[in-house]
């Protein structure tokens, strides 16, 4: 369903991305892996449309998406998170699932400041839709707390749900597990796993923890210093002399 | 100490210097040539009063902030729990109740003078409420709002020095034309960052003005338009004579004597409907899908635009309904004054509106309610100071921001609550 | 030859005033370059600027001074004097409070702090204009005595002269000298600066200080050149050259003197040939054209924005 081909991106003399090309299929999560400052950012900013890539195409269900705007990029169903989380801090957590859900309330107006039956029935389909994936995360008895002040494992699967509240095709997270214990990165291995097999979503997914991602990826990309390295399924990576080189050659 | 001597010596001097030049001599122009004189001892001691007490504020500084910061302690208030939401919310609309019955009786009891300014402080209401949700709500500070007052104004103004158009109509027009320039406008400036914005819609307030000043055969130009008609009531005039066929006259519908008075609470009471109107119009925009927008782009930009909300649609709404609102009361002030001119929309407008929402406390209505009746009535009720009013707006505005950046009342967010279902 | 005589007094109108703009441009572009925030106060500075130098002058005239290098040095040393000292108080008062606050804050305290200079002199002085006297008369003239006849006053070569002086020196300070070499480690980043033992905090006085002593200059200048001033002329001057730094470039220098220069061109162009009451639309549409097509200004860096 996507598929990026070619892409480069450069900054003034420094060309962060060279050449990279991955794609990811309808029921699969890919991982991107490579050291620090390879340009695994950069990639899932210029397919979030966060950047302007300088080159290469993305193609997102057959149809051209680089260059479009973020937040249409968004609205077709490709919805990221990000690798320092950003959350709507001083509002609660249910209420960061409301933002999420703003085009299934698509109301006017009009229908909003009179309170018609009609927006009252949507938006409490729409709290109905944050329960559940409060529920689903796990973070019920938090709903009606300020979002900044979780806890920091309980703040990325806030921003896991607040993805999915939006109904993704396609859920980009940017180092899913960083800053998580054993036990947190576990029940994240489990709900990742679980939005591909219950919600049918795609994952891509950055990371360094290399448990998780031979855990859970069918296939894994290896960048290094902006250019595609390697890619395959997480045997075929785990035996590549490349990868082991460019991992070991630096540590 | 010394280098705290030292830094209170140069206090006292700096001081003296920004003081003495411009407060101790006074210029007067004498036919083309121009003269200077001392002015009396008494701004010389006052100067030396002000660097004395710069000197000694400056070389105990530690001391007395230290004393200063004590003094929360004393306040039984400050460290109690807040309230919680849903009594709090009963509270304030029982307030905001008494505060509406008590504006609905005031008329009747009041002078004529005072409902003339208790109207003008419903206008002002208007306009910071609106104001509000742009600088509040959506954190774009808009330097010229004043420019969509004037375009409310001068809408009726026009249409019904040309068209004949009354205020009933034209209120709606004025606030729809109001929001269609803040809509055209706002689009291409919207991208801007915060204090760019701030500057860009500066300069369209100034380009507004400057055009009404010298647009002068549709505008009157510095002249104004005058005899802009008072509002009817379902065709009653509130005149002592009938100026339009087919309306009647209020005063002999019902029998009564003909007061002049009628009239000044009549507006007075449209503008309380209005601003009724606007308070509760946008606090429920407030807990809709677009103020949760609005608060959510404030909070964090690049988050809302992945989750998929538009930057430009979102704080495009803002600007729309801001001006939309500042169009209304600029219907009602034409409506009021009955001759408008450039004079009324210059950026000082701007900044006083601006003003309002600051002290009141960015994003709070109550606050910003509060805020728009002390500024609009004290330089009332002290007219002696009345020449210092700008002067205070300004320290006022800088004290603000340095101590309680926040506002008087700062805003307490409403927030939605998730009901357990057990 | 008359259409362009007529051009060229068009022009050299036009560079006389911009290259005071840019004077009071440096002001602006230099705080923002440091501390990224507007000094919308600017302005004023620039306004006391020129009542002190007129009070300095109206002074020196009471005492029987007269000698003309005399009383404009004197005047000009006034000005600055009293300029650089209110540009370091406001700073102190009411900007270094609310530094690294949110953006509005430091705007918001900055508008507060316009208003209250304004009204400030506005109390002592009066609110209408009073004359400045026209202390360098005469100029050259060129063109047939029988139609229209192109003139530099003397009074404008001095307005290029000290300008060109000023920016000569400010980038001779800039690049040479300690505090200059700071300034440049600082509008870099702060952070660091502060880390390797750079006073940050002298050295944003020190912005305030330079940026105000030049608006002075600017002050006594323009007041000479119109010939009269009153308390709201800081106003729109100071608008005038906050949109020609942004033309150039803001936290550009080089920037603040080409934008002010375009400006002020344009202005007296919009003047000459169309109609002075436009001018400030002109000079306003330019502005918010520059901001939406070129944010960046004709000499300023573009930035990134960091995720």
């Known amino acids: 369903m996507l598929e990026v081909q070619n892409l480069s991106m450069r900054f003034g003399g420094l060309l962060a991305v060279d050449q990279v090309s991955l794609d990811v299929q309808e029921h699969e999560i890919v991982a991107i892996i490579g050291p620090n400052g390879a340009g695994k950012t950069t990639v899932f900013n210029c397919m979030s449309g966060f950047y302007k890539p300088t080159g290469g195409k993305i193609l997102f269900e057959g149809n051209e998406i680089q260059g479009k705007p973020d937040y249409k990029i968004s609205r077709l169903g490709l919805v990221r998170t990000f690798q320092h989380v950003r959350l709507f801090n001083r509002m609660t957590v249910v209420e960061n699932l409301l933002v999420a859900q703003h085009r299934h309330l698509n109301t006017n107006l009009i229908s909003g400041i009179l309170k018609t039956p009609n927006y009252r029935e949507r938006e409490q389909k729409s709290l109905d839709r944050a329960a559940y994936w409060l529920d689903r995360v796990g973070l019920t008895e938090m709903a009606n707390r300020d979002a900044g002040n979780l806890a920091y494992g309980q703040q990325r699967r806030l921003e896991i749900a607040r993805c999915m509240v939006t109904e993704p095709k396609l859920l980009m997270l940017d180092e899913p597990a960083a800053g998580l214990n054993p036990a947190e990165t576990k029940d994240l291995n489990q709900l990742i796993i679980s939005l591909k097999e219950d919600y049918n979503v795609s994952v891509v997914l950055i990371e360094h923890d290399m448990s998780l991602v031979m855990d859970i990826s069918d296939r894994i990309n290896v960048i290094n210093q902006g250019r595609p390295l390697a890619s395959g399924t997480p045997d075929e990576i785990r035996r590549n002399d490349d990868v082991i080189k460019a991992y070991l050659g630096e540590a | 100490m010394t280098a705290n001597l030292k830094h209170a010596l140069f206090c006292a001097f700096i001081t003296l210097i920004i003081s003495y030049p411009i407060l101790g001599f006074d210029l007067k122009g004498r036919g083309t040539s121009v003269a200077l004189e001392g002015v009396d001892i008494s701004t010389s001691i006052g100067v030396l009063l002000a660097v004395v007490i710069v000197f000694v504020f400056q070389l105990y500084r530690d001391t007395i902030m230290g004393s200063v910061r004590q003094l929360p302690a004393i306040n039984p208030l400050a460290n109690r729990e807040p309230m919680e939401q849903s009594k709090r919310l009963k509270l304030e609309s029982i307030l905001l109740t008494l505060m509406v019955i008590g504006a609905v009786i005031w008329p009747f009891i009041a002078s004529r003078g005072a409902v003339d300014l208790a109207t003008l402080v419903l206008i002002y209401i208007m306009l910071a409420l609106g104001l509000n949700v742009v600088v509040g709500l959506a954190g774009l500070l808009d330097l010229g709002y004043v420019a969509f007052y004037a375009v409310g104004a001068y809408s009726f103004a026009l249409l019904s020095q040309y068209f004949g158009i009354s205020f009933w109509f034209a209120l709606p027009i004025g606030a729809g034309l109001a929001a269609l320039f803040g809509l055209v406008l706002g689009f291409p400036v919207l991208r801007l960052r915060g204090d760019y914005l701030a500057i860009v819609t500066l300069g369209f307030g100034e380009i507004i003005r400057i055009l009404l000043n010298n647009m002068t055969s549709l505008t009157g130009g510095p002249n104004g338009i005058g005899g802009i008609p008072d509002p009817t009531l379902f065709g009653m005039e509130f005149s002592r004579l009938i100026k339009e066929e087919g309306n009647t006259s209020f005063h002999e519908t019902f029998g009564i004597a003909y007061s002049g008075e009628h009239k000044v609470i009549f507006l007075y009471l449209i503008a309380l409907v209005l601003a009724v109107i606007t308070a509760v119009a946008i606090r429920r925009l407030m807990r809709m899908p677009v103020g949760r927008a609005w608060e959510a782009l404030r909070e964090d930009e690049i988050a809302a635009k992945s989750l998929g909300l538009s930057r430009t649609a979102v704080k495009l709404s803002a600007f729309t309904i801001g001006a939309f609102f500042a169009g209304f009361a600029g219907t009602v002030f034409a409506s009021k004054q009955g001759f408008i001119s450039p004079e009324s929309f210059v950026f000082l407008e701007s900044a006083i509106i601006l003003a309002i929402v600051v002290l009141g406390g960015m994003g709070s209505q109550m606050g910003v309610i509060l805020a728009a009746i002390a500024v609009t009535i004290l330089p009332e009720l002290a007219r002696e100071f009345s020449e210092y009013r700008m002067l205070i707006f300004g320290a006022a505005m800088v004290l603000m921001m340095v101590w309680r950046p926040q506002g008087l009342m700062p805003m307490r967010r409403i927030h939605i609550e998730l009901k357990r279902q057990e | ?307």
């Open chain 3, 1 to 307: 030859m008359q259409d362009f005589l007529y051009f060229l007094q068009q022009l050299i109108n036009g560079l006389t005033i911009g290259s005071t703009y840019a004077l009071i441009a440096i002001g602006y572009t230099m705080v923002y370059g440091i501390i990224g925030m507007i000094n919308f106060a600017h302005g004023e500075i620039y306004m006391i600027g020129a009542y002190t130098a007129l009070i300095a002058i109206t002074g020196l005239a009471a005492l029987g001074i007269a000698w003309l290098p005399l009383v404009l040095i004197v005047a000009l040393i006034c000005a600055m004097i009293v300029s650089s000292s209110m540009g370091w108080a406001v700073e102190r008062v009411a900007y270094r409070p609310v530094r690294g606050k949110h953006r509005l804050i430091p705007l918001i305290s900055a508008i507060g702090m316009s208003i209250f200079l304004q009204n400030y002199v506005h109390l002592a002085q009066g609110s209408r204009n009073v004359g400045f006297p026209d202390l360098i008369e005469g100029g050259f003239r060129f063109g047939a005595a029988d139609s229209f006849q192109t003139s530099i006053s003397y009074m404008q070569i001095t307005i290029f002269i000290t300008t060109l002086v000023c920016m000569t020196v400010l980038s001779l300070f800039i690049s040479r000298s300690r505090i200059g070499r700071a300034c440049r480690a600082v509008s870099q980043d702060l952070g660091m600066a502060n880390l390797l033992g750079i006073d940050t905090n002298r050295i944003i006085s020190a912005t305030f200080v330079i940026g105000a002593a030049l608006a002075a200059v600017a002050g006594l200048l323009l007041g000479m050149y119109y010939g009269s001033i009153d308390p709201l002329f800081g106003f729109i001057a100071g608008l005038k050259a906050f949109t020609a730094a942004v033309l150039g470039g803001i936290g550009s220098i080089p920037g603040a003197m080409l934008g002010g220069l375009i400006l002020g061109v344009a202005e007296s162009m919009t003047s000459g040939y169309l109609s002075g009451e436009y001018k400030d639309v002109v000079s306003f549409g330019l502005l918010i054209l520059i901001l939406l097509f070129k944010p960046t200004g004709l000499l300023g860096k573009p930035e990134v924005e960091k995720i």
